[in-house]
């Protein structure tokens, strides 16, 4: 399963490189590549595993989490101390000033993996009993900045640049699902949701999808009680 995980996610990267964005977004970073050490050892030890597994589907890196660890929602306390990863963190192609990444000696916290990874810590104590039951994946490798750091989703993008991108990462999410044999997925938040029905035909094995709130900071109800409100949507 690791060699066809990794075909997977190769040809993703080959598709993205070809690739190209245009201002407002000036700083394009693939984790997958410049932290390819500990995302290998992700893939390795939570994407492996189990097959039927429920999917928990993000959008894309942030700034202070994938970006820095490789692993999805990968907010660096819970990267290192939880799921047990820590490797060297090489450098984007182009960095932005004001979005460096340090990876494991970062200082910042981001705090919507800090939620997600948090409340499967509360629930399992051990990660390797997480890794029995679900799988974290994020539909887009890449993150996308503008000159002045802010991070655009891939959403935001105009349509000659999201279509070729959300074509790519159809097609890698497809083969995910297959390959882990997934019959059921939550979107973290409405985007992921969406992407899921939109090869749910293609994958005639996803049976289920659905979705949960995003733990971002951004959004008010995430900050009220962002656990309580997830945990018993996916029966924790």
């Not at 991108?165 to 882990?180: G, P």
Request: proline share 9%.
């Amino acid at each position: 399963m690791d060699k066809k995980l990794r075909s997977v996610l190769a040809t993703l990267c080959q598709a993205l490189e070809k690739l190209r964005f245009r201002e407002p977004v000036t700083h394009v970073y693939n984790p997958l590549v410049y932290a390819s050490q500990p995302a290998e050892q992700y893939l390795q030890r939570y994407l492996c595993g189990p097959l039927g597994r429920t999917l928990l589907l993000g959008m894309n890196p942030g700034p202070w989490g994938m970006a820095q660890t490789g692993v999805p929602f990968g907010e660096i306390t819970s990267v290192r101390d939880w799921l047990g990863i820590e490797a060297p963190v090489g450098q984007p192609r182009n960095s932005h000033p004001k979005r460096p990444v340090e990876g494991f000696s970062c200082t910042r916290s981001e705090v919507s993996g800090k939620r997600l990874w948090g409340v499967f810590r509360e629930r399992f104590q051990d990660p390797e009993r997480f890794a029995q039951e679900f799988v974290v994946f994020n539909y887009c490798p890449l993150i996308f900045l503008e000159q002045s750091g802010r991070n655009r989703t891939p959403d935001k993008l105009p349509k000659a640049e999201w279509q070729p991108l959300f074509e790519a990462c159809d097609d890698c999410l497809a083969q995910l699902i297959e390959t882990l044999e997934i019959e059921k997925a939550f979107g973290v938040g409405k985007f992921a949701e969406k992407r899921l029905l939109a090869i749910q035909k293609r994958v005639p094995r996803l049976k289920s999808v659905g979705s949960i709130l995003h733990p971002s900071p951004a959004s008010p109800a995430a900050n009220r009680g962002w656990a309580e409100q997830v945990a018993p949507i996916l029966g924790l």
